[in-house]
C-alpha cells in the first residue's frame, strides 16, 4: 500500500514524496518529528527567510515553512528538497552543505 503524500501544515497542505522514489512506496516522506517543529516555527511567526532546516531528510520542514536555506550532509535530501519544491511550485532553496559553516543570515534554525 502506497503512503500519503500529502502532508497537512499549519501552513497548508504540501504534497511530499521521498527519494529515491519506489513504486508503492509504503513511508511518508514526513515524521511526527516535522509536524511538531512546523507548530513550533509557525507559532513563533518565524519569516521563511530566516528560517534554517538542519538535516531536512525530505524537505518537508522547508517546503513547508518556505525556508530559504538547508544546511545538510545528504546528496539525496538535496535531491529530495529540490523536487518537493518543484511539485508544490515553491523557490529553490540554498543548500549549504555541512562541511560549511550555517548561513550567518539564520535567525531560526
Known sequence: MAADTLCQTPWGAV??????????????????ADLLLLEALHELAADGAGILAVNDEHGALAVASGARA???DSALAAQALARNLT????APVAITWSVDPPPATSTVV
Not at 22 to 31: G, I, S, T, V
Not at 87 to 90: H, I, L, Q, T, Y
Request: hydrophobic share 35%; charged share 30%; aromatic share 12%.
Open 15 to 32: 504534497r511530499l514524496l521521498r527519494y529515491p522514489a519506489r513504486r508503492d512506496e509504503p513511508l511518508q516522506a514526513w515524521c511526527s
Open 70 to 72: 538547508v544546511w545538510t
Open 87 to 90: 511539485a508544490n511550485e515553491r
